[in-house]
């Protein structure tokens, strides 16, 4: 039986070698790193999707101008989040099954981050949500394939009840003004039940959700008006919030009641002539263009000239989460190329870095979290004039740290925020005032 | 609920219902005349509020008068109104007539986001504000509330003028009466010696011109952005149908009914707000389907 120990060693030789070109391919580096992206091209949210992609665009560019990730360079595949849900759903596994891309970064809105997670974490793609802020996707369920690099609602939420009390401790009453869809709905109960837990002798006195993309908020303004609500909390963007600055502005309601506007920073520019004083503001984070701690960093005054340059305009929070994603996916690579002895990583081990990963956009350090949430310092400040720029700038800024604010892992938001201790406002806060 | 109160919502209720009655007047007289349901009115608002809000930054940048802020909000609207809506007429309406329903909604919806894409062109996905006009009229201030005097008096005036410019036009002069007599029966009109060709891209002009007059008085107030002229058409859809097609006078009154419903609903259940001008929509389709206003119409055969 000489032929069958012969065929017996040849076909163990062709295994073997199979298996040795199998572990060659896993390990060697490709070509270039192919990496979806999607954002909003289209519809009333490409004011932060087209500020996003410009944000990408030049942070990609830079990459692969220094060589990329250990020499392999970033090819982005840039999906419309404009289509809606399912119509993203289908590109998405398009991209990945019939182009091969398995990284992602995903998305800006946050319904399509609920319903890209579990696809994600089905089809093996490492996923980074790279603006989207619901908290639910991260605490609902855990996840193997999915970070992310920001804050999310919760820790911008509470944060802007704890900068409100420390500014402005004594108040009454409270009003809302959001947008009828989830985001406005949800951070006005995160919102409120933080407030109730901080300070419970706060009345309600209206809580308005005019439709999304509403053009006219003249009834809505005369009844504020009417009731003269110490504060206001309004937590729109885009069109929607342009406008209601616009009417609120001409007609005196943003002097009469304390405003806070969680996403101010987004439409500053645009319609700063209309923004008085003493708005109280932020932008999702610590993104901001003149950043206390980093505004004279050269990496991010090359940036904002680089952004300017392209846009005509500074960038503002979505550009910066874009610049974000993009370096704590370099910065996971290089960790798993780290890990992996110098070689190049497979999905699963650049997904194994994310957790725990530290890294740093244009403002404070993050650290990735063991449930892939990014730990962000929240910045609030109040809206002041100044003569350098036709706009209002961020003044009497101040951190709220993540850790603070933060709902422990395991836990759930609207519980969470309920048990939150008025101890917290005992804290205190650097605060920093613009210069120039 | 106080009289204060009652006045505040009534006010803010009608100021509502001034531009959206504007802008579905132009929808239910094309209607009317071609028997076509014109998706595209929206884009013809956005663009009209796009090119108003582009003339007053030019105003703003060459230095020219503040005097001119408002004539250039007529001017966008009757410079882009019978430009585009001639060629939608010429290129596109003429040759869907008669055809079937669904077909001529499909087409205008395609046109419709043609031109939301030609808008993403031209003037980019930020949001566009052009204020100067409604700072320029100042406030008055009722019952202690600050009201803006573009939205409050502005609008109103300039919507009742359209309608009774428009009255006057289809009552009392020849060719008005050839719109009439087409909104009838279109055959018969023609056997009469109506120029139907004519008298088509005429109210189609004067239609568009409408949409783009909306669009451009809604600009110093509103941000303009890409999806505008969808939220327009949506409502002043619901105005048409709560009115019937092709109803004139039923359509002042059907806004009317949205406006002070959604400004109502924000003192009294805010909940509604959002809601009410389809909760009246759906009922008045309920009890009658061919809308409040609709006359009977004669069964052909």
Known sequence: MKWVRKI??????????VLCAQLGLAQEKPAELKVGITTYLTGPASVFGVPGKAAFDIMIEEINAKGGIDGVKIAPFFMDEGVGTSGLLSEYRRANQEMGIRVMLAAISSGHCLALAPVAEDLKILNVMWDCSTERVLEDARY????????NATIEMVAAVIYLLKTKPDFKTVAVVNQDYAWGRDSWEIFSNTLKALKPDVKVVAELFPKFGASDFSAEISRLQALKPDVILNT???GDLDTFIRQASQRGLLKSSTFVMPLLESSMERVGDAIPDGVIAAGRG?????????????????????FREKTGAYPIYPSYHAVQSVIALKAAYEKAIKANGGKWPTIEQAAAAMNGLEFKGFGRPIKIREDGQGMEDQL???????PEYPFPVLDKMM???AELVTTPVGKKSPEYVKTISPEILKKEFKTYNYTK | MTTEMFILATLDGLSAAALLFMVALGLTLIFGVMGILNVAHGSLYAIGGYVAATLGLAIDKFGLSPALYLPALFLAAILIGPLLGGILEVGLLRRILGKDHVLQLLVTFAAFMILEDVQRLVWGTQPYFVSNVMTQFGNTDILGITYTNYQMIVIPVVAALAYYGLRYFLTKTWLGREVIAMTFHREVATAMGVNAKLVSLLTFVIGAGLGTLGGALASPSTALLPGVGADMIVQSFAVIAIAGLGQLGGAALAACLIGLSRSFAVYLMPELAVLTPYIIMVLVLLVRPEGLFAATSMRRI
Do not use: C
């Not at chain 1, 017996?8 to 070698?17: C, D």
């Open chain 1, 380 to 386: 609030y400040g109040i809206t002041k004039k100044v």
């Open chain 1, 236 to 238: 729109s963007w885009g």
């Open chain 1, 144 to 151: 193997n394939y999915v970070f992310r690099p920001q804050a």
């Open chain 1, 286 to 306: 610590d993104h901001y263009f003149l950043h206390p701690e980093t505004k004279n960093d050269p990496a991010h005054v090359a940036f904002v000239k680089k």
């Open chain 1, 8 to 17: 017996g060693i040849v076909a163990s030789v062709m295994v073997v070698l």
């Open chain 1, 399 to 401: 951190f709220i740290p």
